[in-house]
């Protein structure tokens, strides 16, 4: 199996006026493979979002990058805008948390959908409205050309959700990094947009780096987990021998943190991690 991502001692920091540097990233190593899912996960501040972007090569302006972090071969770092935009258009896509931040409000859905494949591939309007009502279709959205001709504020927060969805997998992107994407979702929707996004990586074979907080849905989901704590990744396991025996003590201090249904708290155990048990 090749590696689709390959991140070598990446480590980045943003300068400080009162301070030397902020370290972002301290040394993560990372593998992705093709056609596999990997959730990384972690409480906030960890590192996450931060090391998947930088598989676009979206960069902290001003920050201090070293390692490597290589997508299909193509290293990332000290990549020129060329290259990166060639990355960005056919090898990775990004789904972000919060899609109403991420898509037009004062364009249609259909804009939205048709305008890399208008303007960077080249398809005519009428190939990439049909395309992308396909696309619609394909991640369970009915009546899809009315829907190319409505407002993101028409849709509701799943509906739109799954927009995004269609439109990281317009360009039929090898990679795919979801940041979160069920976050601000309820419970039921969360179920639904997740379901949709294994059956694509299923059904296109893509690699799929998902990035959450619940460790149950990770374990639930994905082919292995990695846990971050402070820039760093602490443990790498197949996610059922993570969730079942972990082995660093941040990860079991992180799962006995999990609320229970079973056993009611009056206070969650505090996860406390010093220097010394971080590598």
């Known amino acids: 199996m090749s590696r689709a991502v390959e991140i070598n001692d990446l480590k980045i920091s943003i300068p400080q006026r009162r301070e030397?540097?902020?370290?972002?990233?301290?040394?993560v190593n990372l593998q992705l493979q093709s056609g596999e899912s990997l959730a990384l996960v972690g409480e906030s501040g960890s590192g996450k979002s931060i090391t998947a972007r930088s598989i676009l090569g979206m960069f902290p302006r001003g920050a201090k990058v070293s390692g490597s972090v290589k997508v299909d071969g193509t290293e990332i770092v000290g990549a020129s805008s060329r290259e990166l935009r060639r990355v960005r258009r056919s090898g990775?896509?990004?789904?972000?948390?919060?899609?109403?931040?991420?898509?037009?409000?004062?364009?249609?859905?259909?804009?939205?959908?048709?305008?890399t494949l208008i303007v960077s591939s080249g398809w005519s309007r009428k190939d990439a409205e049909e395309c992308a009502a396909?696309?619609?279709?394909?991640?369970g959205i009915p009546n899809a050309k009315e829907r190319l001709n409505q407002y993101p504020h028409q849709l509701s927060g799943g509906l739109l959700q799954r927009v995004m969805i269609a439109g990281a997998l317009a360009d039929e992107p090898a990679i795919l990094l979801a940041d979160e994407p069920t976050t601000a979702l309820d419970v039921t929707t969360q179920e639904e947009v997740m379901a949709i996004l294994m059956e694509m990586r299923q059904e296109k074979g893509l690699a799929m780096l998902f990035i959450t907080h619940d460790l149950e849905l990770a374990a639930a989901t994905c082919d292995h987990t990695a846990v971050m704590y402070k820039g760093r990744v602490l443990e790498v396991n197949t996610s059922k021998e993570l969730h079942d025996s972990p082995e660093h003590p941040y990860t079991v201090q992180l799962l006995a943190a999990r609320p229970s249904v079973a056993e009611r708290r009056h206070r969650l155990p505090v996860v406390d991690m010093s220097e010394e048990q971080l590598p």
């Open 92 to 115: 990775v896509a990004m789904i972000f948390q919060d899609p109403r931040a991420h898509i037009n409000p004062v364009r249609t859905v259909g804009h939205f959908l048709t305008e």
């Open 134 to 139: 396909q696309l619609l279709r394909d991640v």
């Open 20 to 27: 030397d540097e902020k370290e972002l990233l301290r040394g």
